[in-house]
């Protein structure tokens, strides 16, 4: 499936703060509201992971929380792609992401226990014209999409290039997904430097623009907001036991592979918040808030004529990283 959205298409979707009218056109059977009340009836739901799983070692401790995470029913797992230092381009690091979701599974003693899919190699478009990027990824969320009775939560814990393909290659499925990304910072952080939407700052516009049902996380904002307070050091980490391979991986072996100083290591677990605002949705504060607009300046800016959108704004680390350890823990 080929889709060319021309100059003309992209002002529409990408329209600014006084223009964003049209988008709205094409309404969902879903809505913030119904997402939200959904999200806290207490039943298992139905998720898919993307995920630029060899960036850093936060999404392997959020692929492993869901898959030892009773309220969670995996349908797949996506390469998400990304380009830094641990990667010679867009493409090869979702090749790695793949691999390393192949050994995360493994070593969880999850082998077989859902589909995984490639992603795309490349971003959606330029500054003129967005094109979707085809993946196999981006085919399983439409054909998964289409045929589901119930909403899929799709766990965007990288660039949002495979969902936002998905949606522009098939809008229809906006009335079947919730989309929980980990992008964007907080207006007030002062800039939109956000790792994974500058990987492919079109994809986050098309998310934003798109009037799909979307769970923003932004990762930082004054008065520690955001995803950053998700932290774990090496005493937090001993939480998850040593008696099983995947307790021996995630407590020692992943923790040196992405040590940061030479003395005590620290990182932050970015990525365990999606799962965490699955499982422990009490353990987050949620706003329904206007759509903001992402500016050619890259500036998330606000405008109240907008659809609306959910945000968190705040989350309990504690809560959160308790429950992750937890179900780290129920795996083999």
């Not at 094109?131 to 399983?140: H, I, K, Q, R, Y």
């Not at 998700?230 to 001993?238: A, N």
Request: proline fraction near 5%; charge should be neutral; include cysteine.
């Amino acid at each position: 499936m080929k889709s060319i959205i021309t100059t003309l298409s992209l002002f529409i979707l990408l329209s600014s703060c006084h223009n964003t009218q049209t988008v709205l056109k094409n309404k969902t059977a879903l809505s913030p509201e119904t997402v939200l009340k959904h999200l806290h009836n207490g039943k298992k739901k139905k998720v898919i992971i993307d995920s630029d799983t060899y960036n850093e070692m936060d999404d392997q401790y959020a692929i492993a929380y869901a898959l030892g995470n009773p309220n969670l029913e995996i349908l797949s797992v996506n390469a998400a792609p990304f380009h830094n230092n641990r990667s010679t381009d867009f493409g090869d690091g979702m090749k790695k992401s793949y691999d390393e979701i192949v050994r995360v599974l493994r070593i969880c003693g999850k082998d077989g226990a859902c589909p995984i899919w490639e992603g795309s190699k490349k971003r959606i478009g330029d500054k003129s014209e967005i094109e979707p990027a085809e993946s196999p990824a981006a085919d399983n969320i439409i054909k998964l999409a289409k045929r589901a009775k119930e909403p899929i939560y799709i766990l965007c814990l990288g660039a949002a290039t495979n969902v936002a393909s998905a949606i522009l290659m098939e809008p229809s499925i906006k009335d079947k997904i919730v989309v929980v990304w980990l992008g964007t910072n907080f207006a007030d952080a002062g800039h939109q430097g956000e790792f994974n939407l500058v990987q492919d700052y079109r994809a986050g516009q098309v998310l934003l623009n798109s009037g799909v049902q979307l769970i923003l996380l932004p990762a930082s904002g004054k008065d520690n907001k955001g995803t950053q307070v998700l932290s774990v050091d090496q005493e937090e980490v001993k939480a998850i036991k040593e008696n099983t391979e995947a307790g021996r991986f995630f407590r020692k072996e992943l923790p040196r592979e992405f040590k940061q100083t030479s003395g005590n290591w620290w990182h932050i677990l970015w990525d365990i918040a999606a799962p965490g605002l699955i499982s422990r949705p009490d353990a987050f504060e949620l706003e329904v808030i206007p759509s903001p607009v992402l500016t050619e300046d890259r500036q998330l800016v606000e405008d109240h004529t907008r659809h609306k959108i959910i945000r968190m704004n705040r989350v309990d680390p504690k809560a959160i990283r308790s429950d992750a350890f937890k179900c780290i823990n129920t795996l083999r």
